[in-house]
């Protein structure tokens, strides 16, 4: 989608703030510092739905090594702005990632709860290695501890849509990342 300095929906206004120009730059920093670092090894690359498809298929097309896909879906903000707090599963892995060394792709972390059960739930089926990738990190807004491996952005705390993060299920194919900044 056209990239538009400011995007108006419902009442709320929204500005850019990462255009696609720094994002794609970014993009291909991670992939490089990942294939650095998976260097004779093949990785999957485990997205989770549906906001990190955009950001891996994009990610991974900049990788030098060879890696494998899969997509998990965990229970989703749905409509709301902020997370709820539960995570079940909706989608489980395809792959079997016993032994495997796996990379899970997120598009953006919050409150971490997301990163936190899916460690568990990794960690439960034996992988080599587990690493987690993730195109924007919230200042300040994690409510358990956690460490990502690699991290695109850190931003505030606000609502932000495009490059695979929605508002209401739309926006996801803005080619920029936008933040609200006004609510009328
Ligand atoms: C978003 C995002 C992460 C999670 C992060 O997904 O893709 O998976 O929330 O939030 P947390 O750190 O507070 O757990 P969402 O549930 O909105 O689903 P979507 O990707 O389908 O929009």
């Not at 990239?3 to 696609?20: P, Q």
Request: with cysteine; proline share 1%; hydrophobic share 40%.
């Amino acid at each position: 989608m056209k990239v538009e300095k400011v995007i108006e929906i419902d009442n709320l206004r929204f500005e850019i703030l990462i255009d696609t120009e720094r994002l794609q730059r970014r993009v291909r920093e991670l992939a490089e510092e990942i294939s650095r670092d998976y260097q004779g090894r093949i990785p999957i690359m485990v997205g989770v739905l549906n906001g990190a498809s955009i950001f891996l298929a994009d990610l991974i097309r900049e990788m030098s090594i060879d890696c494998e896909m899969d997509f998990i879906k965990i229970s989703s903000y749905g409509n709301a702005r902020v997370s709820s707090g539960e995570i079940t599963m909706i989608k489980d892995f395809s792959a079997d990632l016993h032994g495997r060394d796996v990379i899970v792709v997120e598009d953006i972390v919050d409150s971490g709860l997301s990163v936190q059960y899916l460690r568990r739930r990794i960690n439960s089926l034996k992988p080599s290695s587990l690493k987690f990738v993730s195109l924007l990190v919230k200042k300040g807004a994690a409510k358990v501890e956690l460490k990502i491996d690699y991290i695109g952005f850190e931003i505030e705390n606000r609502f932000v849509i495009g490059y695979g993060l929605d508002y209401k299920q739309i926006k996801r194919n803005l080619n920029a990342i936008y933040q609200l900044v006004e609510e009328k």
